[in-house]
């Protein structure tokens, strides 16, 4: 860099030209300026002695008077080689080094930047991480660099952040003769509107890139819910614009069957500051008219500029979860092949409709029903006939019963009905339509058609009686229809 750029520090062994390594023991007591001393813009009043002369009692009067006069700052005045010469009582106010502890010390090693995680300090085992740090750090304070927000090392070893500035004097051939660092403390209300500022940038990045669908609703009268701000997440989730959904209120993106409870939900907010729970699943409606289902969480933000709270609404997309939650449920509970409920879910409506009609004293029917000539079908061709002729026979069964009916496969051609409030004298009646319907001719995916009969056995219980005695009853009387006759109602037992 030549001899006019920025040098590393000499070492104790190696003071600079005509410069003496004793120190001036001249008391500081006075603040009479020398002629010659100079004002440079931007930093404290410094005597510009040619480069070899050593400070002069004057000029270590004068620098002790500012230094004295500067308490509030904490003032570090600097040699040729940016090592520290004498420190204000701002030093040990703001940083702990008590006066004189950081004379001959290099200033670069008590700065740090703000960006830079810190290793140690100057005069740990470990200067060889160090050395890096502080050589950068010393060229920017010989560039005059060092400015606005740094850490300072303190006594303690730690770090304080202030803001700092520098100056420092130059000879004609532009090298340094001296100059001064100074730091002041951050004032509380910088620190608040820097942390505010900090604060809204993570909101900015984290609501912006969230995965999660987020949107800022209005609480002010009159507003309806007005959607004020939506992430990215929420266009997907809603499949409307950002700008589209600047224009609705919140109620316009849910089912309708939703909007009763989310009225009556901003209105607590808006009137009492309540929340909806964490949590609480909503429907929606996507652009394309399909329901999709969000995980709802909310909370109360008061942006900046704004007079009344605002609602932070948050949504998980769990529909496809939701969905395959359903399907496994649904394949628990039900035949893979006819989708008819299975013996388990058979099982435990019969529980219920028991309990329910003792109570109410109005019957429960149970029929049971077996396929007849149906063997030969999967004989001749073969399962998947067999399997056909079974779902159809499903389809069937469910078009001859009423809505609050169950209708359950529970195993080969084997099929059940809970009729709840089926009266005994309209049990006939019922066996004789579902024996027709079953009895019809059935087209194979061959194309060949097969006709089938069916013998159905009824039980009616009235009162609270076990589901296991409901299900032998009519299993017997299903027996007996098909040893009886072919097709014919079996006798309802009792």
């Known amino acids: 860099m030549g001899d006019q750029g920025w040098r590393g520090p000499r070492t104790a062994q190696q003071p600079g030209p005509g410069r003496s390594t004793r120190r001036s023991r001249t008391p500081m007591n006075t603040c009479r300026r020398r002629p010659s001393a100079t004002r440079r813009p931007g930093g404290p009043v410094l005597d510009s002695p040619p480069a070899a002369a050593s400070p002069t009692s004057s000029d270590a009067a004068l620098i002790g008077c500012l230094l004295r006069s ?72 010989h560039d005059d660099a060092v400015r606005g927000r740094w850490q300072l090392r303190t006594a303690d070893g730690g770090l304080r952040t202030a803001v700092v500035t520098t100056s420092l004097d130059r000879d004609d051939d532009g090298r340094v003769r001296g100059g001064a660092l100074v730091a002041a403390e951050v004032q509380s209300g910088d620190q608040a509107k820097e942390q505010l500022a900090d604060s809204e940038e993570q909101f900015r990045l984290v609501f912006d890139k969230s995965p999660t669908a987020m949107a800022v609703v209005s609480l002010a009268a009159g507003t309806r819910g007005r959607i004020r701000r939506a992430n990215a997440a ?62 709802k969480s909310t909370a109360l933000v008061t942006p900046r500029g704004a007079r009344e709270p605002h609602l932070l609404v948050q949504l998980q997309d769990v529909t496809e979860q939701h969905a395959a939650q359903e399907a496994l449920a649904h394949a628990a509970l039900h035949d893979p092949l006819t989708g008819l409920a299975n013996r388990a879910l058979f099982s435990d409506r019969l529980e219920h409709a028991i309990a329910a009609e003792a109570r109410a004293r109005r019957g429960l029917t149970l029929l049971y029903a077996d396929l007849d000539r149906f063997k030969p079908v999967n004989d001749e061709h073969g399962h998947e006939a067999g399997d056909a002729v079974l779902v159809e026979v499903a389809e069937r069964l469910r078009r001859g019963v009423r809505e609050e009916d169950t209708v359950a496969r529970l195993g080969g051609d084997e099929f059940a009905v809970i009729c709840p409030g089926l009266a005994e004298e309209h049990v006939a009646t019922v066996v004789r339509r579902m024996t027709a319907s079953v009895e019809g001719p059935f087209t194979l995916p061959s194309g060949a058609v097969v006709e089938l009969g069916t013998s159905i056995g009824a039980a009616t219980a009235v009162g609270r009686v076990p589901a296991e005695a409901l299900v032998r009853a009519a299993d017997a009387e299903m027996y007996r229809a098909k040893h009886g006759g072919r097709g014919g109602p079996g006798r309802p037992g009792r």
């Open 70 to 141: 500067t308490a509030a700052l904490a003032v570090l005045v600097l040699d040729a080689d940016l090592r520290i010469t004498a420190t204000g009582p701002g030093v040990a106010a703001l940083l702990g080094w008590p006066e004189g502890s950081l004379a001959g010390r290099w200033a670069a090693d008590l700065l740090v930047p703000l960006t830079v995680v810190p290793g140690p300090r100057a005069g740990d085992d470990d200067d060889d991480e160090a050395e890096p740090l502080a050589e950068v750090v010393g060229r920017a304070l």
């Open 234 to 295: 929420m266009e997907a989730f809603t499949g409307r614009r950002r700008r589209e959904l600047f224009s609705m209120a919140m109620v316009d993106v849910l089912h309708p069957d939703e909007h009763e409870a989310h009225r009556g939900y901003l209105r607590s907010a808006a009137e009492a500051g309540l929340t909806e729970p964490d949590g609480v699943l909503r429907r929606f409606v996507h652009r394309d008219g399909t329901v999709r289902l969000g995980r």
